[in-house]
DNA sequence: ATTCTCAATGAAATCCTTTTCATTACTAAT
DNA sequence: ATTAGTAATGAAAAGGATTTCATTGAGAAT
């Protein structure tokens, strides 16, 4: 039926580790032995069968990646940043879905380890600690994108979104204003935690009170903007700064359905880029944050501690910018 | 180093025979030593490989996935129904990226097969007829996913687009319009065929001719519809069928910017259905596709075929509505 | 001519399960 | 008491590659 090695090997008279040679490019073989047993391979149509040849070398060049949710755009364009540079290395990628359930991350895990991926690229949530250590027995490398943990056990990718919203709010607090509102979204516990911080920091440094009550969390997706707007309506918030785009463009909307005018009465800024930003009207002003990039370097590391070479530096800062557009006055 | 089955046999004085047979929840085990043997499985920590599992059951519980693009909304909508019933049924998915190119596609392919999937999901673009054929002769179950490919070989997804552009048509001609622009995406080409055949067809059935020109072609992108606007302009189109709701947002933008209103002077109506239709303002009309559930359904027909049971009615037509929002008129 | 290297090749072990087939130990039926 | 039938188990093969180690042969060095 299915065409082997064994059966390359009868047809071409050489043993099946000459064949296996020459499917890895090992130098050790004649030349002409080569050629012939490259055309029994043409001829045969031969496919190697990755499974078995995952058991015998221990590589399956597969990678298994800890996602949220695919369907959000700011999560998806860090896969596609991912899957370019692992079709580029010739790795194939499982992705799971986990919503941030610790649960759901955890089974994942495990399934990676059992499926023998060569490597994982979390982009998840929060890992618990026995996890944590379940990973670190099974020596299969990982690397963290986006989530900015800033743990010393993986390697990482990120931008500073602490030094992001230390300028943002820096930027707003010399144009005059001294509250803003910080709205969190769909994003890890520790992604959020560092933009509050970086916030926090911003107003310590000027003196100026950040309130508890400024920060508004529970909210998820763009049909619950309203409600948010209403929460910022009561506690006389006019600057905004949602973690979620498709929130702050909810935001902007029911803002607007009030009568009021963006950025002339209510200033909006995203700390997500997706493509979304440059849909809205106003256009939306965002921290530029390179998604697709973070995906593709943290995948690039990866292929490094695959392959075992050696990373002079394991926790890559990307550089970020601030996007002035629309939604917040010149 | 790490625990295989032949450890925990030993440890549990049975052969590897019976604890495979507690794996796989065989019934033919005493009671009493399948607790002992899950006494022991726990104790160890262990769990098996499946790459082992692969190679001897020819079972990888595992399906290939070929999309064009996952950091498109409209696709990775699909996929996650696709996931999440994957995961229901205990399979993992592959996913490969193609940007509609025909080598992409057959290079995911051959490595599908090299990594011995038990089923594929297709929501890409052209299959050529060699590959074609190379993936009926390994008999590995394939279905097709929002492809509108209606085709005897493999099982598939939809929904009836030609009805669905024949309605939206039908309506557009009841409020006495005699012309619309159709402006393709980025999508497959049969997909876009039936599409415009849907509208052709409703033209015809009303004696009314559908130009050619009418059709617009090569765009891709939100960017890119300042440029889509001004050939509507030119060739007087103020009814405007978009496959692409970025872009149709963008058209109304465009629109918007000259001048003028939405749906006053231009009546926009998109075909797919993102989230997007809501962030818009006004908000879009469109084709309600069931993304989510396409996929979801297409997974639940594979997993059918992967467990080789009988599958009555193989190709599945979804239903589907027209919403009218804000981008046409009552 | 003999020894030494090194390139080229093959035999066989190995990777870790599942699965088939044979065998043993019981229980029920006659 | 004997046989038949069945439940429970084990031994070993199979799955399709890689990899280690041994071997062969040819050319270089002495």
């Known amino acids: 039926m299915t065409v082997t090695i064994y059966d390359v090997a009868k047809e071409a008279k050489v043993s099946m580790a000459t ?3 020459v499917l890895n490019g090992n130098p050790n073989v004649k030349p002409e032995t080569r050629k012939r047993v490259q055309e029994v391979i043409d001829r045969l149509n031969y496919r190697p069968n990755a499974v078995a040849r995952g058991l015998a070398s221990k ?10 949710d695919i369907s959000s755009l700011y999560y998806s364009a860090l896969v596609r940043g991912l899957d370019d540079v ?16 610790p649960e759901a991350e955890r089974d994942a895990l495990f399934n990676f380890m059992s499926k023998q991926v060569d490597g994982i690229i979390y982009l998840g949530g ?36 602490e030094a992001a919203m230390d300028t943002v709010i820096q930027d ?9 509102a910080f709205v969190k979204g769909y994003y890890s516990e520790q992604l959020m935690y560092h933009f509050e911080r970086g916030i926090r920091r911003s107003f310590e440094r000027n003196n100026l009170e950040f309130k508890d009550e400024w920060v508004i969390d529970g909210f998820s997706k763009y049909d619950e903007a309203p409600e948010i707007y209403k929460i910022l309506k ?26 009021k005018n963006v950025p002339e009465d209510m200033e909006v800024l995203s700390c997500a880029n997706t493509r979304l930003v440059h ?20 995948m690039r590391l990866l292929t490094k501690y695959m392959k075992g070479e050696a990373v002079s530096h394991p926790d890559v800062i990307l550089p970020h910018y601030i996007d002035y557009r629309g939604s917040t006055k010149k």
Chains 1, 2 share one sequence.
Do not use: W
Not at 133 to 158: R, Y
Not at 173 to 178: F, N, P, R, S, T
Not at 243 to 254: C, K, L, R, S, T
Not at 287 to 296: E, N, Q, S
């Open 279 to 298: 849909m809205s009207r106003p256009t939306l002003s965002s921290v530029r944050t390179p998604l697709y990039d973070i995906g593709a370097v943290g």
């Open 126 to 161: 929060i890992l618990n600690e026995d996890t944590l250590k379940d990973i670190e027995n099974t020596s299969i490398p990982v690397v963290l994108c986006g989530t900015s943990e800033h743990d010393d056990k993986f390697a990482s990718v990120n931008i500073d979104v």
């Open 86 to 101: 692992a079709e580029m290395y010739q790795y194939q990628t499982i992705i799971t879905n986990t919503d941030f359930n």
């Open 234 to 259: 009561e506690k006389d918030l006019d600057i905004v700064i949602s973690m979620n785009d498709a929130i702050a463009i909810g935001i902007i909307h029911a803002a607007q359905e009030d009568g």
């Open 19 to 21: 064949v296996s040679r």
């Open 172 to 180: 707003f607090i010399d144009k005059g204003h001294k509250k803003c």
């Open 59 to 68: 590589r399956t060049t597969t990678v298994g990646v800890i996602i949220p």
